[in-house]
């Protein structure tokens, strides 16, 4: 009960703000540095997924690349329309 108010206590007087991790450990051997290191690591990946999870992500970047191919071959044929007409107007003041 003391090691709890304490913790609580140590909160409080410091602020949320400042306390932004806890890492706890049961032995000496556990607080170095690539302790601290590995537990980073592991907050900043992403959480696991479920099966259904994972597929709805790969329908989702299926979808944005063929919604990019799409885009891409619809500017590339805008481009070739402006080159051809282009040529003709060079074509037609020569003329």
């Known amino acids: ?5 304490t913790i609580a206590t140590l909160k409080r007087e ?8 806890e890492l706890r450990a049961s032995s000496i051997h556990e ?6 290191q590995q537990h980073v690591r592991t907050q900043a990946a992403p959480p696991p997924r ?3 999870e ?5 329908i ?9 191919k799409e885009e891409t071959k619809m500017s590339f044929s805008i481009r070739q329309r402006q080159i051809s ?8 003041c020569k003329d």
Do not use: K, P
């Not at 410091?14 to 991790?21: A, K, R």
């Not at 607080?31 to 601290?36: A, E, K, L, N, R």
């Not at 994972?54 to 790969?58: A, L």
């Open 54 to 58: 994972e597929e709805m992500m790969e």
């Open 14 to 21: 410091f602020g949320l703000t400042y306390i932004t991790q």
């Open 50 to 52: 479920t099966m259904r």
């Open 85 to 92: 007409a282009s040529i003709l107007v060079i074509q037609h």
């Open 31 to 36: 607080m170095t540095i690539q302790s601290f």
């Open 1 to 5: 009960m003391l090691y709890a108010s």
């Open 60 to 68: 989702h970047q299926r979808e944005v690349s063929e919604q990019t």
